[in-house]
């Protein structure tokens, strides 16, 4: 089945970025970031698994990337909706996209803008190792809770700040040069509390160990949804 492809705004990795995509950062995305992606990310593979088995139903995956999830999801998804702003990462995704088979549609644009799709319209998200690189989190993490159909789970899976101690002083030390060479990948961002913030339940989410190079091993995981809002 062939992809349809919504182009607004063609933007970098980070989902907000402000700079327009010129030819030679399409080439970066898609030749050099888009295969650290693909290697640097292998180790978590397992971790997508099994965060991934229960997905079910029309979805929509944002900061698709290369498609390193789409091995994992099962037979109960319908439909995928792939929403990547980086067009050189969305040129490498799109043969494996073509190879799944399901109905799918990519949207090139930013999700921290509104998306040109319903609100209420999917049974799930996901979230895979993309808020570290996203300028408003705020504005992304409203835009899921716009998409997805009351009480729908959000599927989630990202690198996180290490707590207080050496790991932490090596993530804030390496953030300018991470941050340069990997589409604005933060690697001290505290995730948590941005979820926190944004009233999303994090009870559910679970700290543990990725199989990542040390800066980035600290993680956070698991199925989250809105938090219940006090009528009082």
């Given at each position: ?137 705020k504005a992304v993490l409203g835009e899921v809770a716009r998409l997805l159909a009351p009480g729908a789970p959000l599927f989630l899976a990202e ?74």
């Amino acid at each position: 089945m062939r992809a349809t492809v919504h182009r607004v705004a063609p933007r970098a990795r980070s989902c907000d970025s402000d700079r327009s995509m010129t030819p030679l950062k399409q080439v970066w995305d898609r030749e050099v970031v888009g295969r650290l992606l693909d290697h640097g990310m292998s180790g978590v593979d397992p971790l997508r698994a099994e965060l991934l088995r229960d997905v079910r139903g029309r979805v929509v995956e944002i900061g698709f990337g290369t498609g390193a999830n789409l091995p994992f999801y099962p037979d109960a998804v319908s439909e995928l909706v792939a929403v990547e702003p980086s067009v050189g990462l969305a040129e490498r995704a799109r043969p494996r996209l073509e190879a799944w088979g399901r109905p799918h549609r990519v949207v090139s644009a930013s999700a921290s803008r509104p998306l040109p799709l319903d609100a209420r319209s999917f049974d799930a998200a996901v979230v895979t190792f993309v808020l570290c690189s996203v300028n408003d989190v705020k504005a992304v993490l409203g835009e899921v809770a716009r998409l997805l159909a009351p009480g729908a789970p959000l599927f989630l899976a990202e690198h996180v700040a290490a707590p207080r101690g050496a790991l932490r002083q090596v993530q804030k030390t390496i953030r300018p040069a991470w941050s340069a060479l990997l589409g604005g990948c933060d690697p001290a961002r505290d995730t948590r509390a941005r979820l926190d913030e944004n009233g999303w339940d994090t009870s559910t989410l679970r700290d543990v160990a990725l199989e990542l190079p040390y800066p980035v091993r600290p993680g956070l995981v698991g199925t989250t949804r809105l938090a219940a809002r006090s009528s009082a």
